[in-house]
């Protein structure tokens, strides 16, 4: 069921959008090119953040320093059934999209991106948002301060989504 | 934050490996971790620019405007206190949709459309019931299909980079459901606490 679900979603998303394009008369391929040029953009943008990330990344995976905190970690880790390596993972998720995309690609390097653990840290980032991030731009942009209930909420949403990428990436 | 973030990987690794007299492998790493960075970026050009164009055909004919419209009873749900003809819900339901199409650009200004509409009187600190639901469910991840963790797991060799999707799109409930319990049962508290 799974698996058919992932089969078929971006075939039916594609065909959905283009339908409705050529259902609303609109011309779809200029429209096309016109939001192509924008990835190309976005991409050719990311290369200068991903080149001081992965990097960055990098120089805490040779020292050895990534190592010594997941194994520092290792013990809150098993009290939570995470794998170790998804803790540093879980935390930077919260903080920042772009260095915890670092994070996971390193995962993806070491362990391959089908591993459990590569699936774990795929779907955990698909999952979640930089919640502290978020709100500070957005409760940011109206000076609201007393922010109540948001924070637990957001950090117990993230938390089921955490578990549910651990739990669906398990090998069956 | 990412300031913090990143200066302190670089020192804190550097630091670490000056003990532990791995500065060689360091410094190889940073060679290497730049070139990765390079080739990562041309094998997400394609993948992103198909992408976004398939979107804008959608943002072009309407299509973001057509499903926020057809959200109309989940809005009455998710926000009781929000009138029928408030303002913000046009921008609420176009930040949620962009957000599901994965179109995180569109979605941010219509976000912040939403929240300076949801503001009520100037000077007011303190965030609405209708401010904390809508942002707990924004960040519970709304994404339908994770496109640049795709492409990112093509790079790395991936036998089936999309076999996340199913998966993703079940812990994309499992965080949005829970965040809707957390807010249905916040106001259900906070009716039972006032009686």
Not at chain 2, 11 to 40: E, F, P, R, Y
Not at chain 2, 75 to 81: E, V
Request: proline share 5%; net charge neutral; aromatic share 8%.
């Amino acid at each position: 069921m799974i698996s058919w679900i992932s089969r078929i979603l971006v075939p039916l998303i594609i065909s959905y959008i283009v339908g409705f394009g050529v259902l609303s008369k609109r011309p779809v391929f200029d429209d096309f090119l016109a939001g192509a040029k924008d990835g190309m953009k976005t991409a050719a943008e990311l290369l200068p953040v991903l080149a001081g990330l992965l990097t960055a990344v990098g120089v805490l995976r040779a020292s050895g320093l990534l190592e010594a905190v997941c194994s520092l970690l290792s013990a809150p880790a098993e009290w939570l059934h995470l794998p170790e390596p998804l803790i540093p993972l879980a935390l930077v998720r919260l903080i920042s999209n772009s260095a915890a995309t670092g994070l996971a690609l390193d995962i993806f390097k070491s362990y391959g991106p089908d591993s459990y653990l590569g699936m774990a840290a795929s779907v955990m980032m698909s999952s979640t948002e930089t919640v502290f991030y978020c709100v500070s731009i957005y409760f940011g942009s109206i000076h609201v301060t007393k922010t109540r209930y948001v924070l637990p909420g957001a950090l117990i949403a993230t938390a089921a989504g955490i578990g549910a990428s651990v739990f669906l990436s398990k090998p069956l | 934050m990412l300031n913090y973030l990143w200066s302190f990987m670089i020192l804190a690794g550097i630091m670490w490996g000056a003990a532990n007299n791995t500065l060689d492998a360091v410094t190889q790493s940073i060679v290497d971790s730049a070139g990765d960075a390079v080739k990562l970026c041309l094998t997400m050009a394609g993948i992103m620019s198909f992408w976004c164009g398939i979107l804008e055909i959608g943002n072009r004919a309407g299509l973001i405007e057509w499903l926020a419209e057809k959200m109309g009873p989940m809005l009455s749900f998710l926000f009781p206190d929000l009138e029928k003809d408030h303002p913000a819900r046009l921008p609420i339901a176009v930040n949620m949709v962009a957000n599901m199409l994965g179109l995180g650009m569109a979605a941010t200004p219509a976000g912040l459309e939403a929240m300076k509409l949801l503001g009520g009187e100037p000077g007011q600190n303190r965030a609405s019931d209708a401010m904390c639901t809508f942002l707990i469910i924004n960040i519970s991840s709304l994404q339908l299909v994770p496109v640049s963790m795709i492409a990112y797991r093509t790079q790395y060799g991936s036998g089936n980079p999309a076999a996340i999707l199913g998966p993703a799109l079940i812990a994309t409930g499992c965080s949005t459901l829970t965040a809707v319990i957390f807010c249905k049962l916040v106001r259900l508290w906070k009716v039972v606490a006032e009686k």
